[in-house]
């Protein structure tokens, strides 16, 4: 069974609702609206498996912002707040490796993630009103 068949496997198992596939590519994207999971994208990139979602546009006067989310990224159990390559959208971001991957480590990310966002959305969209 390759990598992207296992983790498919697990995600299914899980019961998160897949709502893009690409096994050409190895990318599942999936979406749990009561764990805040919203296009989650999932990349079997041998040796690494990686996870990302995006979370909002960065804010115009982002030193604060900045200054906050590297104190949030300390208390997060798996993964951290991004930007993407241009610096424009603060994105959730993990990697797990995929030799040994099980489905615990998996939803351990990703309930990291809805973790996270239970705990630091209200707050991260009140820098986008700012």
Avoid: W
């Amino acid at each position: 069974m390759s990598d992207f068949e296992k983790v498919k496997n697990f995600i299914m198992d899980m019961g998160f609702s897949i709502s893009h596939e690409d096994s050409k590519e190895e990318l599942i994207v999936i979406d749990d609206d009561e764990r805040g999971i919203k296009n989650l994208v999932i990349d079997c990139e041998s040796p690494i498996l990686i996870l990302e979602q995006v979370i909002i546009p960065m804010p115009q006067n982002s030193a604060d912002f900045c200054k906050r989310i590297l104190q949030i990224n300390r208390t997060l159990v798996h993964g951290s707040f991004v930007l993407d390559e241009e610096g424009t959208t603060l994105l959730f971001r993990d990697t797990l490796q995929t030799e040994n991957l099980d489905r615990n480590e998996l939803e351990g990310s990703i309930d990291a993630l809805s973790l996270a966002l239970a705990e630091y959305a209200s707050e991260l969209v009140t820098f986008t009103n700012g």
